[in-house]
């Protein structure tokens, strides 16, 4: 009876075109972080033969040390991070890191980097409207008639994680797609020789960065879920995914976003156009806890509205 109950939802899903919508915001999401991407190089470029338009004007000498080893260091554009007193050097490293991170095998961390900015609105309002529209259709007393109270949350969250799955594939997928094109639109409009190094991979720091970007989705996805249930409607919960992020973070080191923050520092190099600020935390084991607490208690939240709520109204 549980496997019905999933497998109803995922119909839902599937008939509403909650699936198909959110599919496409996905893709929306990934080629707006590679245009954001593109725009980096494009801009780097630029002030890199501006730099050297410069030094050619003012009769000096207009060639970067190629020589000299490019480090690629987080915050590069900062004006502290001591990376040359010359000009023309300090460009050629920001081009160098602009052309490091548009290449194909930097497409999955992008896209993990990317998910920071925009998760926890594209999964928030997902779990949102996929529990807010049994309420619109005025639907939930017929299927906890069927099933039970218990059967049909459970259902309803497991299914809710399915999507998750799907979608985050998806996403994945495109971002690959986009990688390539991205680069042989980089490659081929630059001029300057590439210095830096190829970038490899090991298979776990792959595996934890699609397992991170994954419980992201999952947990903002049940956040979504619990304001649904909790306002029977999407309105409400959708204006509280959006508001909340921007208000002050007076819930310190027990702010959700805070707690990624920590784990996206502790992972991503952050070489790409997306950047990341600084997170209070100052242990990975705590913001683990704040985050999966976050989850679990958003799912036990719904599963004791629905028990203790009644279907009829």
């Known amino acids: 009876m549980k496997k019905n109950c999933i497998v109803d939802e995922l119909k839902l899903a599937w008939y509403s075109k909650i699936v198909f919508g959110f599919i496409l915001v996905a893709l929306g999401t990934v080629l ?4 954001m991407q593109h725009s980096f190089y494009k801009e780097a470029y630029g002030v890199y033969l501006h730099t050297v338009e410069f030094y050619q004007e003012s009769g000096l000498e207009a060639v970067p040390d ?22 023309i050097n300090y460009d050629y490293a920001v081009l160098q ?21 925009f998760f926890s609105l594209v999964f928030g309002v997902l779990g949102i409207m996929f529990t807010a529209i049994d309420y619109k259709n005025k639907s939930v007393k ?6 039970g109270k218990g059967k049909y949350i459970v259902g309803k969250l497991t299914a809710l994680l399915i999507l998750d799955a799907l979608i985050i594939t998806v996403y994945f997928l495109f971002a690959k797609i986009m ?25 776990s720091i792959l595996i934890i960065m699609l397992l991170e970007t994954f419980i992201m989705a999952v947990v903002y996805s049940l956040l979504g879920a619990f304001l649904g249930i909790l306002f029977k409607n999407a309105f409400a919960g959708t204006v509280i995914i959006v508001v909340f992020p921007m208000l002050p973070k007076f819930l310190g ?14 992972t991503y190099n952050f070489y790409g156009a997306v950047s990341c600020s600084q997170s209070s935390l100052n242990s990975l084991g705590k913001a683990v806890f704040v985050v999966l607490s ?20």
Do not use: C
């Open 32 to 35: 707006l972080i590679f245009y």
């Open 66 to 87: 190629m020589e000299r080893e490019i480090v690629l260091q987080k915050n590069l554009n900062s004006a502290t991070s001591g990376m040359t007193d010359d000009a």
């Open 97 to 117: 890191q602009a052309l490091y991170s548009s290449q194909p095998e930097y497409s999955l961390e992008l896209a993990s980097e990317g998910a920071g900015l």
């Open 142 to 147: 017929h299927k906890v008639g069927r099933n």
């Open 179 to 203: 990688g390539v094109i991205l680069w042989n639109r980089v490659s081929s409009g630059s001029e300057i020789a590439y210095a830096s190094n190829y970038i490899t991979y090991e298979k």
């Open 253 to 266: 080191q027990f702010d959700l976003g805070n707690a990624f923050l920590f784990i996206e520092k502790r």
């Open 294 to 313: 976050y989850g679990i208690l958003a799912a036990i939240l719904s599963w004791l509205l629905v028990k203790k709520r009644s279907s009829y109204n």
